[in-house]
């Protein structure tokens, strides 16, 4: 356990990972606001931590994994105002969808997963306990702030730099702060929105102390491992470490872990630009494997580029491997993974989670199985158990790798009882010697994405690289 490094956003660097407590590790990871359908970058987020929580268990942690949902902000009021429904039903919609999505990826559940509307009582105390020890104030408007100026200690996640944030503040029309960089904690009560009664009079909480206050109750005042994607470093993390280190005079976090930003054709996701996909958009053109594959083939700190040829490539790449696992033919239940294999693959992944690297021993192994298959050798087995076990850390390679092979679009499968008809018709031609229609059937097969492979036990299929839609990337 103890060689696992994570790079730490707070220090800028990566450093040996001690848990607080010897063995356990406790994460939290900030979730979806539950306004609309999930996009590229929330499953980015979601898959990336989901590897996390899948390598620490696999290297013996006991891990209590908390990822939280907003159920309650200006945008879900918005929306829903908008819809001319309620924010519970809003928001039970679109919660349902997001499990939806995480499933098809391959994303475990959370150990834990805390909806704001659920902590108002330990966000109410948060922001008391604060006021108490002078971070917090009521304001002429009814709202609560919390006083920047008063923890010292604020910028050091970010890096900025209070001077320099004061000149680029402004104060919104109806604040009443005592300083530009003070933020909201408490929203008094306004006409159309939800609710909760407090000592400041009902209202509702600020985005920023509601994971404060759930990640607290879940986890403690000092807990391991904060993530999410790299655009909360900046307020939100900061504001957090403000609120939560104010509030207990504890350390808060000891690993800060950002994901980096989702870009489409070089340029950032946004539904402005018109580049902007959900997770739904693209389970319906990719399998839902080649999409995860796709996600964890960048470091996750590094930016990552949405293009259909980047996803097209990884459909390939996830068919080399799961092509030396079906010219193993099977994996006996006895097989055990080779250490070897692992320890490369556990090295790669004690190194800040990386990803690419672990892929590559994976490539490596494929070749050492296809080698192995060809030649008939009893340690294909093993190969191909330790290639199945590694890869499910990854939370890959759970499919049949025949079914996988022969896929089409979107997962969906091929025409296979056509196929099937006109490799019957192949042998008939082949038994009568009639060479030209054998091949005639055989091209027309490869022009629709379908590679004939004949043996001594008879003629298999698989469907190649296939360009599933027009290329963006230009």
Request: charged share 25%; hydrophobic share 40%; with cysteine.
């Amino acid at each position: 356990m103890s060689n696992l490094r994570i790079y730490d956003t707070a220090h800028g660097r990566s450093a040996i990972f001690h848990p607080i407590e010897p063995g356990r590790v406790r994460m939290y990871v900030c979730g979806m606001t539950v306004y609309d359908l999930c996009h590229i970058g929330h499953a980015r987020v979601m898959v990336v931590f989901d590897l996390v929580a899948r390598h620490l268990r696999w290297s013996g942690y006991d891990v209590r994994y908390v990822r939280n949902i907003t159920d309650i902000d200006d945008k879900i009021i918005r929306r829903a105002n908008e819809n001319g429904e309620s924010c519970d039903a809003l928001t039970a919609r679109f919660i349902d969808a997001m499990h939806e999505d995480a499933g098809r990826l391959g994303v475990l559940p959370p150990d834990v997963e805390p909806r704001a509307t659920r902590h108002m009582d330990e966000i109410v105390a948060m922001i008391q306990a604060l006021e108490k020890k002078g971070y917090a104030y009521k304001a002429g408007n009814g709202d609560v702030y919390y006083r920047v100026n008063r923890f010292a200690g604020y910028g050091k996640l970010s890096g900025k730099k209070l001077d320099e944030l004061v000149s680029g503040a402004r104060v919104e029309i109806g604040e009443a702060k005592e300083n530009p960089l003070d933020f909201v904690l408490w929203k008094a009560s306004k006409p159309g929105e939800p609710t909760w009664d407090s000592p400041w009079g009902p209202g509702r909480p600020g985005w920023h102390i509601e994971c404060s206050a759930m990640s607290t109750a879940c986890l403690g005042d000092h807990f391991d491992i904060h993530g999410g994607g790299g655009d909360l470093v900046f307020p939100h993390h900061e504001n957090e470490i403000a609120q939560s280190e104010a509030a207990t005079g504890k350390t808060f976090v000891n690993n800060w872990m950002h994901v980096g930003y989702v870009q489409v054709n070089e340029e950032k996701m946004s539904k402005s630009l018109g580049n902007f996909f959900t997770i739904r958009e693209v389970l319906d053109v990719y399998d839902p494997e080649v999409v995860r594959y796709f996600l964890l083939a960048s470091h996750y700190r590094s930016p990552l580029n949405y293009a259909t040829g980047n996803l097209d490539s990884a459909r390939a790449a996830l068919a080399r491997l799961y092509g030396a696992l079906a010219g193993a033919g099977g994996t006996p239940a006895t097989a055990s993974p080779l250490p070897e294999w692992t320890d490369r693959f556990r090295q790669a992944m004690d190194d800040d989670f990386n990803t690419p690297v672990a892929l590559s021993v994976l490539f490596d192994l494929a070749r050492e199985l296809n080698r192995a298959s060809k030649e008939g050798l009893e340690g294909r087995h093993g190969l191909a158990a330790t290639l199945r076990t590694l890869g499910g850390v990854l939370g890959l390679l759970q499919q049949d790798a025949q079914s996988f092979l022969r896929a089409g679009a979107g997962g969906a499968a091929a025409e296979a009882e056509e196929i099937e008809a006109l490799i019957a018709a192949r042998n008939a031609a082949r038994a009568a010697k009639d060479w030209a229609e054998a091949d005639r059937i055989r091209d027309a097969l490869h022009e629709q994405g379908i590679e004939l492979l004949d043996s001594r036990e008879g003629t298999t299929w698989r469907r190649l690289q296939v360009r599933l839609q027009p290329d963006e990337s230009g």
